[in-house]
C-alpha cells in the first residue's frame, strides 16, 4: 500500500512540474506574435503640402502642410522632388521617425468654369405698358 500511495505522489508531481512548464511556454508563444504585431502593423499617415526643403546627401524632405515635418525618403522618390511643389506624401511612424512610404505630386483642385455672360444684355423694359394703335383697315 506505501508503494501504490508513493508511486500517486510522485506522479501528481511529475505532472505538476510538467504543467507548470508548459504554462511558461504557452505564455512566452502568446507574447512574441504580440511584438511582431506592433511591429508589422504601423499606422500609414497621409500629409499633403508643399515641399520646403530637399536634403538628397541624407535623403530627406521637409514639407509644410497643416503641420511641418521631416520625412526620410528613398532617393527615387526624391529625384522629381522639388522645392515649392505641392505633394502628397504617405508615411509611417515609428520611433520618432517618419518614414516615407510613397511621395506623388497633389492634384490640382478642379476649378469652376464660369459661364460667359452675354456681351450685350436685353433693353430693360419700362414699367409702364405702351399702348399700341390698332390700324384698322377697310373701315
Known sequence: MKKILTIIVALMFAF???AAFAADTVTETKAVP???AKKSA???HQLTGEVKAVDAAAATVTIKGKKEMTFSADGKMLKDVKIGDKIVVTYTES???ATAASIKAAKAPKKEEKKAE???KPAAQDSKPTKTKKSVEGC
Open 34 to 36: 504580440a511584438k511582431e
Open 118 to 120: 452675354p456681351a450685350v
Open 42 to 44: 504601423a499606422k500609414k
Open 16 to 18: 505538476s512540474l510538467t
Open 95 to 97: 520611433d520618432g521617425k
